[in-house]
């Protein structure tokens, strides 16, 4: 069974452009969520879907970010515009039940913002 | 504020003696404790966890210990081997703002030598 998939795996753009970011999640996991790891600080939660639901997003940063997924199963993360402190690693992970913590998790995606 | 900390940012172990990783937290509203390991490049990977009801658990090598009066945890890798060299993340798990998410520490880079 194929685990949570990232793309792309790193990327690196100038303040102000635009990214893209996808995670296919594990398939029959409703649950879907989006972490960031700033350099040197803690993974922070981001936001999180129930299918194609936005569940939580009290961790996006600020409207710089839009989380989609459409039919519930891909989400993406846009950011737009890109600024320096977006820099970091996104991950997604995704789980069946939520009840416990256990979390299935991507590789990750590096943004890096020159 | 940090709700799950991690004083120790580093430990080095000889293979075959124990590992011991420590954990702090804050909210007494959290209901998991949970270990992820990650290794370089690659997402965090579900190691151990333990119910706040419960004090310990343990599963092979591994063993998590609560203490709920001192808000400690605590994970014990006996005996260490030299795979287990990775960065281990101490997690808490709480349901609040309608979505059960995690809270993560800022890690140890554990590394046992041979």
């Known amino acids: 069974e194929a685990g949570v998939t990232q793309f792309p795996s790193h990327s690196v753009i100038e303040k102000g452009q635009t990214v893209t970011l996808r995670c296919d999640p594990i398939?029959?996991?409703?649950?879907l969520y989006w972490y960031r790891r700033v350099m040197g600080k803690e993974i922070k939660f981001l936001l999180h879907?129930?299918?194609?639901?936005?569940?939580?997003e009290s961790g996006m940063p600020n409207n710089r970010f839009l989380a989609e997924r459409t039919g519930g199963t891909y989400s993406t993360l846009k950011v737009q515009p890109a600024e320096l402190e977006d820099s970091g690693v996104y991950f997604c992970?995704?789980?069946?039940?939520?009840?416990?913590?256990?979390?299935?998790f991507g590789e990750g995606s590096r943004l890096t913002v020159l | 504020d940090q709700q799950v900390k991690q004083n120790s940012p580093s430990l080095s172990v000889q293979e075959g003696r124990i590992s011991i990783l420590n954990c702090d937290y804050t909210?007494?509203?959290?209901?998991?404790f949970l270990w992820y390991k990650k290794y370089p490049a690659e997402g965090p990977t579900f190691l151990i966890s333990?119910?706040?009801?419960?004090d310990k658990n343990e599963d092979g090598r591994f063993t998590v210990f609560l203490n709920k009066s001192a808000k400690h945890l605590s994970l014990h890798i006996v005996p260490s081997q030299p795979g287990d060299s990775a960065v281990y993340f101490c997690?808490?798990?709480?349901?609040?703002?309608?979505?059960?998410?995690?809270?993560f520490g800022k890690g140890t880079k554990l590394t046992v030598n041979p």
């Open positions: 997690a808490a798990s709480a349901l609040w703002g309608g979505s059960e998410k995690l809270v």
């Open positions: 398939s029959g996991h409703d649950n």
């Open positions: 992970a995704s789980t069946i039940t939520t009840n416990t913590g256990e979390l299935f």
């Open positions: 879907f129930v299918k194609e639901s936005k569940q939580d």
């Open positions: 909210n007494s509203m959290f209901d998991y």
């Open positions: 333990i119910s706040s009801i419960k």
